[in-house]
């Protein structure tokens, strides 16, 4: 079933943030799918703050990821792939073992590695829509 969500702007991006978790329910792998300055680690910050995260959040563009506790106890990762131009590059940081470890991973720029994505993965894209609001959409059925 698809599944829609339109950010209004940054004064909205915390209820949109709360919603997109509730209705992801136990998905444990999110690839963001935008364009450059749509918003994802914008948004990624804000789900960041809805799990109590209470470390500074920000993309791991040259980290490639960053760990960040949740107020529940649990970590969860945070990456952007946008500088990795082989597969092996991810490889190398040991993304296997962050993607299996039933961890949340919220992912940045996904589409650089794309084929090494577990079939679960669930994949959104943002619309940056005319009037300046995001539409986040995804598909719930896809597992």
């Known amino acids: 079933m698809k599944q829609e969500i339109t950010i209004q702007g940054i004064k909205d991006i915390d209820r949109a943030a709360e919603e997109f978790l509730r209705k992801i329910g136990d998905r444990k792998l999110v ?5 450059m300055g749509a918003g994802k680690t914008t948004f990624t910050t804000a789900i960041c703050r809805a799990l109590g995260v209470t470390d500074p959040v920000g993309s791991p563009t040259f980290a490639i ?17 946008y500088r990795i ?17 039933g961890c949340l991973c919220i992912m940045e720029w ?22 300046g609001s995001r539409t986040l959409s995804w598909d719930d059925a896809a597992r």
Request: negative net charge; aromatic residues 14%.
């Open 31 to 35: 690839a963001f799918f935008a364009p």
């Open 110 to 131: 996904p589409e650089n590695i794309e084929e090494l994505l577990p079939e679960d993965t669930l994949r959104v894209d943002i619309l940056v829509n005319p009037d």
């Open 65 to 81: 990821v960053n760990e960040y506790m949740r107020a529940d106890g649990e970590p969860m990762y945070h990456f952007d792939f």
């Open 85 to 101: 131009n082989k597969l092996s590059e991810a490889m190398d940081i040991g993304l296997e073992d962050y993607l299996y470890s």
